[in-house]
């Protein structure tokens, strides 16, 4: 049964069919808002997203805590003072980061709201905010019916789901690409100066979101020079205007130095012709690519386990049998659409609906095959994430597909076969989380840990990680970057059989928290297997997501524990010496110059090791053993670290050695004359010895690189009334 035409109907055909629509439309929006806020508050914080929050300000909650300096520590939580600081923050951490939603972050941190959850809720609403903008969009192409299909597969996208939760801003992405191709058929349909203004807005910030952005208006711009040469006069506007649009943008391409093909090699490959073409088709199939996580958690609540798993494991079955439905659909709008029905406002001549056919399949296809080709020609550089808002074309192409069907039956059966697919794919991602479970985790760790165990987490990233989603708590919280290091920091604190603080009469406990490959379950056999062979045990709790993360209590074997014979890995000295760094936080000095100790036992020319022990000990007071381990930390290796040399000359100081002390600071401005500590223990040095204008200079310096140093302030004031009373 054909679409009836809004200018064939009566007027209160016409206003049935308004109101019918705008039903049917309302209740897609609240389903697709229901399916996003589903879940959302169970998400984890996982390291694409932690990686520009730690540059935010911290929630609320966690800087009321006592422990928020430890966290802040642990985390490496550094809060920007500015937006350009965060913006160059960014680029440090991400060499490739436009500025576009980093700003927003910033703005939305500091005025809005300083929680996760609230970043959360913006990017939901921006999906949200799609659904009826892909209804308009496909609605001026194909009718009404077209649209609320095309809004209908967008509202139950699992993938589109899954962005919409993300702090991350391919959601944002994908709007503004919505947002550009319907206002990019309107002004070429003749429409006034709001689509131009919309159009040149959204593909100005497409690349400054994302620089891959930038394929769709080339995609406009493609369509332009294929269909549009005639209408020259437009398409030299159009082209000068972007073309002027578009010159600061690769200025600023040329500044950006992103990672060599080699430091990005562990994640990014070129696919494989299956995968690829998954993207191209199955971006909502769970299993198809590494986007979402297909689980049997809804399905159980419903029949028994055995038949919940076997939903799961047709998964792949339907998503190739979804890729050939997609194919059908596409072939089928073209060949109905291969005659003139859409005509341009103002009485010009038609505008052939195939064309924009064409435009459609051109923005489904042509972004993927271009990041394919660099991949394969150039370097890797396609994730299907990128091509997020291509799924957009091909919903409006679904939803015009069926819209042309005449009959009604088949019509009904190609509804019931879109409607089923997203059914189950929405069943399969909506039964536990889709991002790798840290929050649970945590909650394990919390409930069942004294205050005073130690946490080692399985890899440095991940420990900045796990500790962000467990909160400021009184808990050391150090890493091993290898199961041998993670198993024998294990080993190492347990055989120290230290007593609780918390829990009189008990001893303090060990957590070992992995996380393993994407899609992989428990348990970590090579961790397991070096905990045996130090004659540990342990008990295990996993967690879900992509990702599963395991919390292991480890314990002392009934025959004791037995530390490694065999040769570590050469990363282990340095672990061990960042495990007594988190001592020397914790303000467990004895146990940090223990770690410092078993670090120099795997490699005794560490110098790293002797320098945080030196530290430690200059907290407990023993400045001898301190100056000690700086001077050997110094001769291993003097540039090191530049802490060693400040650290050295504050104890010179104490010592009352000001010569010894000035030459200690002086290597450290010269190691980096930006560093105020060396500038401003430089300052106190010269002072002791009377070199009050030299001393004057010093802490002038520190001031100006530290504008906030109250303690350079008081010395300086203090410098400056003993010169006048000399």
Same mark, same amino acid.
């Given at each position: 049964?054909?679409? /009836?035409?809004?200018?064939?109907?009566?007027?209160?055909?016409?206003?049935?069919?308004?109101?019918?629509?705008?039903?049917?439309?309302?209740?897609?929006?609240?389903?697709?808002?229901? +399916?996003?806020?589903?879940?959302?508050?169970?998400?984890?914080?996982?390291?694409?997203?932690?990686?520009?929050?730690?540059?935010?300000?911290?929630?609320?909650?966690?800087?009321?805590?006592?422990?928020?300096?430890?966290?802040?520590?642990?985390?490496?939580? %550094?809060?920007?003072?500015?937006?350009?600081?965060?913006?160059?923050?960014?680029?440090?951490?991400?060499?490739?980061?436009?500025?576009?939603?980093?700003?927003?972050?910033?703005?939305?941190?500091?005025?809005?709201?300083?929680?996760?959850?609230?970043?959360?809720?913006?990017?939901?609403?921006?999906?949200? !905010?799609?659904? @009826?903008?892909?209804?308009?969009?496909?609605? $001026?192409?194909?009718?009404?019916?077209?649209?609320?299909?095309?809004?209908?597969?967008?509202?139950?996208?699992?993938?589109?789901?899954?962005?919409?939760?993300?702090?991350?801003?391919? *959601?944002?992405?994908?709007?503004?690409?919505?947002? #550009?191709?319907? #206002?990019?058929?309107?002004?070429?349909?003749?429409?006034?100066?709001?689509?131009?203004?919309?159009? *040149?807005?959204?593909?100005?910030?497409?690349?400054?979101?994302?620089?891959?952005?930038?394929?769709?208006?080339?995609?406009?711009?493609?369509?332009?020079?294929?269909?549009?040469?005639?209408?020259?006069?437009?398409?030299?506007?159009?082209?000068?205007?972007?073309?002027?649009?578009?010159?600061?943008?690769?200025?600023?391409?040329?500044?950006?130095?992103?990672?060599?093909?080699?430091?990005?090699?562990?994640?990014?490959?070129?696919?494989?012709?299956?995968?690829?073409?998954?993207? !191209?088709?199955?971006? $909502?199939?769970?299993?198809?690519?590494?986007?979402?996580?297909?689980?049997?958690?809804?399905?159980?609540?419903?029949?028994?386990?055995?038949?919940?798993?076997?939903?799961?494991?047709?998964?792949?079955?339907?998503?190739?049998?979804?890729?050939?439905?997609?194919?059908?659909?596409?072939?089928?709008?073209?060949?109905?659409?291969?005659?003139?029905?859409?005509?341009?406002?103002?009485?010009?001549?038609?505008?052939?609906?195939?064309?924009?056919?064409?435009?459609?399949?051109?923005?489904?296809?042509?972004?993927?095959?271009?990041?394919?080709?660099?991949?394969?020609?150039?370097?890797?550089?396609?994730? @299907?994430?990128?091509?997020?808002?291509?799924?957009?074309?091909?919903?409006?192409?679904?939803?015009?597909?069926?819209?042309?069907?005449?009959?009604?039956?088949?019509?009904?059966?190609?509804?019931?076969?879109?409607?089923? +697919?997203?059914?189950?794919?929405?069943?399969?991602?909506?039964?536990?989380? %889709?991002?790798?479970?840290?929050?649970?985790?945590?909650?394990?760790?919390?409930?069942?840990?004294?205050?005073?165990?130690?946490?080692? /987490?399985?890899?440095?990233?991940?420990?900045?990680?796990?500790?962000?989603?467990?909160?400021?708590?009184?808990?050391?919280?150090?890493?091993?970057?290898?199961?041998?290091?993670?198993?024998?920091?294990?080993?190492?604190?347990?055989?120290? $059989?230290?007593?609780?603080?918390?829990?009189?009469?008990?001893?303090?406990?060990?957590?070992?928290?992995?996380?393993?490959?994407?899609?992989?379950?428990?348990?970590?056999? #090579?961790?397991?297997?070096?905990?045996?062979?130090?004659?540990?045990?342990?008990?295990?709790?996993?967690?879900?997501?992509?990702?599963?993360?395991?919390?292991?209590?480890?314990?002392?074997?009934?025959?004791?524990?037995?530390?490694?014979?065999?040769?570590?890995?050469?990363?282990?000295?340095?672990?061990?010496?960042?495990?007594?760094?988190?001592?020397?936080?914790?303000?467990?000095?004895?146990?940090?110059?223990?770690?410092?100790?078993?670090?120099?036992?795997?490699?005794?020319?560490?110098?790293?090791?002797?320098?945080?022990?030196?530290?430690?000990?200059?907290?407990?007071?023993?400045?001898?053993?301190?100056?000690?381990?700086?001077?050997?930390?110094?001769?291993?290796?003097?540039?090191?670290?530049?802490?060693?040399?400040?650290?050295?000359?504050?104890?010179?100081?104490?010592?009352?050695? @000001?010569?010894?002390?000035?030459?200690?600071?002086?290597?450290?401005?010269?190691?980096?004359?930006?560093?105020?500590?060396?500038?401003?223990?430089?300052?106190?040095?010269?002072?002791?010895?009377?070199?009050?204008?030299?001393?004057?200079?010093?802490?002038?310096?520190?001031?100006? !690189?530290?504008?906030?140093?109250?303690?350079?302030?008081?010395?300086?004031?203090?410098? /400056?009334?003993?010169?006048?009373?000399?």
């Amino acid at each position: 049964m054909a679409e /009836v035409s809004p200018t064939s109907a009566a007027p209160s055909q016409q206003a049935g069919h308004h109101w019918v629509t705008r039903v049917a439309l309302g209740g897609i929006v609240a389903l697709g808002l229901f +399916f996003r806020v589903w879940g959302i508050t169970g998400e984890s914080v996982w390291f694409d997203e932690f990686v520009s929050l730690i540059l935010l300000k911290a929630p609320h909650a966690y800087v009321q805590s006592p422990h928020y300096e430890r966290w802040n520590q642990t985390v490496g939580h %550094q809060e920007s003072s500015s937006l350009a600081a965060c913006l160059r923050a960014n680029r440090s951490l991400d060499p490739a980061t436009m500025p576009a939603y980093p700003t927003f972050e910033y703005c939305w941190n500091g005025l809005v709201s300083d929680s996760a959850l609230s970043l959360r809720l913006y990017s939901l609403f921006v999906g949200v !905010l799609m659904i @009826p903008l892909i209804f308009l969009f496909a609605r $001026d192409l194909f009718g009404n019916f077209a649209g609320l299909m095309a809004a209908l597969c967008l509202a139950m996208s699992p993938v589109h789901r899954y962005y919409g939760q993300e702090i991350r801003g391919y *959601v944002f992405i994908a709007f503004l690409a919505l947002l #550009s191709a319907w #206002s990019f058929f309107h002004l070429l349909r003749g429409g006034g100066r709001r689509w131009w203004v919309l159009n *040149v807005a959204a593909n100005t910030l497409l690349p400054w979101t994302h620089v891959f952005g930038l394929r769709v208006p080339m995609v406009e711009g493609l369509f332009l020079l294929l269909f549009h040469l005639r209408d020259l006069r437009r398409v030299l506007r159009w082209s000068a205007v972007h073309a002027l649009l578009f010159i600061p943008l690769a200025m600023y391409v040329q500044t950006l130095h992103y990672w060599s093909p080699g430091a990005a090699s562990s994640w990014q490959k070129v696919p494989g012709a299956a995968e690829f073409f998954s993207d !191209l088709l199955a971006d $909502d199939a769970a299993g198809m690519t590494h986007q979402i996580r297909a689980t049997s958690a809804a399905f159980a609540q419903f029949m028994s386990s055995e038949a919940a798993n076997m939903l799961v494991e047709a998964r792949h079955m339907v998503g190739w049998a979804w890729m050939g439905a997609v194919l059908m659909f596409a072939l089928w709008l073209m060949a109905s659409k291969f005659r003139p029905t859409v005509p341009d406002a103002g009485g010009s001549a038609p505008s052939p609906a195939w064309r924009w056919v064409v435009f459609l399949l051109m923005w489904w296809l042509v972004p993927a095959l271009t990041l394919y080709a660099a991949s394969v020609l150039w370097r890797p550089c396609i994730f @299907p994430r990128y091509t997020l808002h291509s799924s957009l074309a091909l919903y409006i192409i679904v939803g015009g597909a069926i819209a042309t069907i005449c009959r009604l039956p088949v019509r009904i059966a190609a509804v019931c076969l879109v409607g089923g +697919f997203f059914l189950y794919q929405d069943a399969l991602v909506i039964g536990e989380t %889709q991002r790798p479970d840290w929050l649970s985790a945590a909650a394990h760790v919390r409930a069942n840990a004294q205050s005073d165990d130690i946490i080692i /987490v399985d890899n440095s990233s991940w420990k900045r990680v796990f500790a962000y989603n467990l909160g400021p708590v009184e808990n050391v919280v150090a890493y091993g970057n290898e199961p041998e290091v993670q198993a024998e920091m294990c080993a190492f604190f347990l055989g120290k $059989d230290l007593p609780s603080r918390s829990n009189p009469g008990k001893s303090r406990g060990v957590w070992a928290i992995t996380q393993l490959d994407y899609f992989k379950e428990g348990p970590n056999e #090579s961790f397991e297997k070096q905990l045996a062979m130090r004659g540990l045990t342990f008990t295990r709790s996993e967690f879900n997501g992509f990702q599963h993360i395991l919390a292991y209590r480890v314990l002392p074997g009934v025959k004791g524990i037995s530390s490694s014979p065999y040769p570590m890995s050469p990363n282990a000295p340095t672990e061990f010496g960042e495990l007594g760094m988190a001592f020397w936080w914790a303000k467990e000095y004895t146990t940090a110059v223990a770690a410092c100790r078993k670090a120099l036992e795997i490699d005794p020319r560490n110098a790293r090791a002797y320098s945080y022990m030196g530290m430690a000990f200059k907290e407990m007071g023993e400045r001898d053993a301190a100056l000690e381990a700086f001077r050997k930390a110094v001769q291993l290796n003097p540039d090191d670290l530049i802490w060693t040399h400040v650290n050295m000359g504050a104890v010179l100081m104490e010592k009352g050695d @000001p010569d010894g002390a000035i030459a200690a600071f002086r290597r450290a401005v010269d190691m980096d004359a930006g560093f105020a500590p060396g500038h401003a223990g430089l300052g106190k040095a010269l002072a002791a010895k009377g070199e009050f204008d030299a001393a004057i200079n010093a802490f002038r310096k520190a001031m100006s !690189l530290d504008p906030n140093d109250a303690e350079s302030r008081a010395a300086l004031q203090d410098a /400056v009334k003993r010169k006048a009373s000399k």
